[in-house]
């Protein structure tokens, strides 16, 4: 049973994007209806086993603090604020599905196997996404199998939204290249290679073992240039050279190959796949944005007297679409039903302090992932943190130019990196692992 429903919850990440990325109301409750039996396989399981525990570890409450505030607040707003209580409504039970599945994540997700069998299930979902995408992208007479969506020069996916499809690609990528870091071999002193030894690291890294691991992350990057998603390509690149900057001084016992890894990623990656593919129109894209056509900035200002009209508990979840259109200044050349923007969409629904403690708590898992690199010797941990901590700064950079996370497969996948992040800090190695490292 324990397996079972480890499985179940493998599963709902790959299935979270199907319907149009749970985007949709009756997409959300269809996944929150397997999450809850799943849930209550649980409490049936953890009740007839008394040695299986019914409760998360005490390191989890982080993740539930913040939560919990976020769906009291939705239940408070129903009855008070709220200027759409039904989209309060959609909410509050989006987080309370969240809740449940985070909820699960730290009960069954307490082994290394665990965990990079589920990032190796995220990989799954990004893989199928991109080649799904891919293909629809490259036979453009063909309507999806899928809902029946015509889809434009850009890919999208089983997404309503390109963007969405962009951003869900960055985090499964990011995962996937955590994994990869962890199984290079690392290195036990700070010894120069030799031509012949980085020649031979090269090799490793292109034509070793990994190699599906390897080729599945460039079916990744590859979907994700096709969706010509401007933030969505940049702030992957951006959090991966940051990342792997922060890496090089603070990382405990440097993988060989790492450097040249990270290399690979933007030459044989960006350069030749990008130039196979149209990176170039992603640039025309960056180049052909005009001031005058880009009215993002002008949603922004107009959303900074709502949120001060009511700053302390917010219009109400998913209330934007109702709220704002009283504070639009004058027409613009654009359809909002979101703040393309993460931060100010929070703060005009959830209020001020509510959106302060969710960036506080993803700071708080970046720093743990910043922590893990550092202390940490099991290489699976660093690994994943490593990845997760790419994943983080590529949210933050990307919701300030879009609503990724209003989409719900992009949500939970985020809130199951913040999981990892705090999983691969507190959670204890295994022997193996210790007798590897000392």
Not at 110 to 126: C, D, H, P, Q, V
Request: hydrophobic content about 50%; charged content about 15%.
């Amino acid at each position: 049973m324990n397996r079972f429903i480890f499985f179940l919850l493998c599963a709902t990440l790959f299935l979270l994007p199907l319907p149009l990325g749970s985007y949709r109301p009756w997409a959300i409750l269809a996944m929150g209806i397997l999450i809850s039996a799943t849930f209550f396989t649980h409490l049936v399981y953890s009740s007839i086993n008394n040695e299986h525990p019914l409760y998360p570890p005490l390191y989890s409450w982080p993740i539930f603090t913040v939560l919990g505030i976020v769906a009291g607040v939705c239940a408070v707003q129903i009855f008070t604020v709220s200027v759409d209580p039904f989209q309060t409504k959609q909410m509050l039970i989006k987080t309370s599905f969240m809740i449940l599945f985070c909820w699960l994540l730290f009960i069954y997700c307490n082994t290394e196997k665990r965990i990079k069998n589920l990032i190796y299930a995220i990989i799954s979902a990004g893989v199928f996404q991109a080649l799904y995408a891919t293909y629809l992208n490259l036979s453009p007479d063909i309507i999806s199998p899928l809902f029946g969506y015509k889809h434009t020069e850009r890919a999208i996916g089983t997404f309503t939204y390109s963007n969405f499809l962009a951003n869900f690609l960055a985090l499964c990528l990011c995962l996937g290249i955590g994994v990869l870091v962890s199984e290079l071999k690392r290195s036990t002193s700070d010894y120069k290679q030799t031509l012949k030894q980085t020649l031979r690291a090269w090799t490793e890294i292109l034509l070793s073992s990994k190699i599906i691991l390897r080729i599945s992350l460039i079916i990744i990057i590859v979907a994700l240039i096709l969706t010509r998603s401007r933030m969505g390509n940049s702030a992957f690149f951006i959090a991966l050279m940051v990342v792997s900057l922060l890496a090089f001084f603070i990382y405990r016992q440097k993988p060989k190959a790492f450097k040249l890894l990270i290399v690979s990623f933007f030459i044989i990656d960006l350069i030749i796949i990008g130039a196979i593919f149209d990176v170039e129109k992603v640039k025309q894209r960056i180049s052909e944005t005009s001031i005058s056509s880009e009215t993002r900035d002008e949603v922004v200002r107009d959303s900074i007297p709502l949120i001060l009209d009511k700053p302390l508990l917010g219009s109400g979840g998913g209330t934007f679409y109702t709220a704002f259109p009283a504070y639009q200044s004058e027409p613009y050349s654009g359809y909002y039903d979101n703040a393309h923007n993460d931060y100010v969409q929070f703060a005009v629904e959830l209020g001020i302090p509510t959106t302060a403690a969710l960036g506080s708590l993803i700071l708080y898992c970046l720093w743990l992932c910043i922590a893990t690199m550092r202390k940490r010797k099991t290489a699976l941990f660093q690994g994943v943190a490593f990845g997760c901590a790419i994943a983080i700064i590529d949210m933050l950079l990307h919701s300030l130019v879009d609503y990724s996370l209003q989409a719900g497969a992009n949500s939970m996948l985020f809130m199951t990196i913040l999981c990892l992040a705090i999983l691969s800090s507190k959670l204890p190695a295994s022997k193996r692992s210790r007798k590897e490292h000392g």
